[in-house]
């Protein structure tokens, strides 16, 4: 498939990078969710080229070590959660958007927040962000169950609903597998809640 959004040079020089910087099968996860990315914003009428720059680099720090990660937090001065501090790989979001900017010289802070929120979500998080946060979790290399299955179809459909559906799914995972979640994933299930009710009752009224 050729993608042709973005402007070639820099996407050429962020695959390289990653070339260097993670394993194979995680620079196919990143092609996927670059692919659906760019699917979803067409489909939802946003701005392609920027859907398809934060699919590209959301996982820009997905293999940094956890020191790499944390001396970033620090020279950013910022606060950690808890749960960074006992798993600091919950700071790849947000260091990716780190490199984003201060390697690739991504200004736009769309691109950059949706980055930053593909993990945890966030309750700021606007329509790009969940162009990100869906693809990452729903790109068809993560499975094919029927839930799966569901959510995709959804996300064509109705992108808030299948990233309030998608927050629940994490979550439910996280409990399920005794994990820490962290309070920004919580916040971004409350945010979401009050119009995935008013979206239930509106279709229940139909
Ligand atoms: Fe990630
Ligand atoms: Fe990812």
């Given amino acids: 498939m050729t993608i042709d959004f973005m402007a070639r040079p820099l996407r050429r020089e962020v ?37 398809q720059q ?4 959301h996982d ?21 959660d808890p749960a960074e501090t006992d798993c600091p790989h919950l700071l790849h979001a947000s260091v990716g958007a ?24 966030s309750p700021d998080m606007d329509a790009l962000g969940c162009v990100v946060y869906v693809a990452d979790s729903l790109e068809p290399g993560r499975g094919d169950t029927p839930q799966l299955q569901h959510l995709r179809q959804l996300s064509y459909r109705d992108l808030w609903g299948a990233t309030y559906e998608t927050c629940v799914a994490s979550l439910q995972h996280l409990l399920e597998n005794r994990r820490p979640v962290h309070p920004r ?4 299930h409350n945010s979401l809640l009050p119009s995935h009710r008013h979206r239930k009752a509106v279709s229940s009224a139909a």
Wanted: hydrophobic letters at 55%; aromatic letters at 4%; charged letters at 15%.
């Fill in 15 to 51: 695959l390289q990078w990653l070339d260097q910087a993670v394993p194979a099968k995680r620079l196919q996860h990143i092609l996927r969710v670059e692919a659906m990315a760019i699917a979803l914003a067409q489909q939802h009428n946003l701005a392609v080229d920027r859907a």
């Fill in 54 to 57: 934060a699919g590209l680099m």
């Fill in 185 to 188: 994933t919580i916040l971004t």
């Fill in 60 to 80: 820009l720090a997905k293999c940094f070590t956890p020191s790499q990660l944390l001396a970033v937090a620090e020279a950013e001065g910022w606060t950690l």
């Fill in 98 to 121: 780190v490199v984003a900017r201060d390697t690739f010289g991504v200004t736009n802070p769309q691109v950059l927040n949706a980055i930053a929120h593909h993990t945890l979500g």
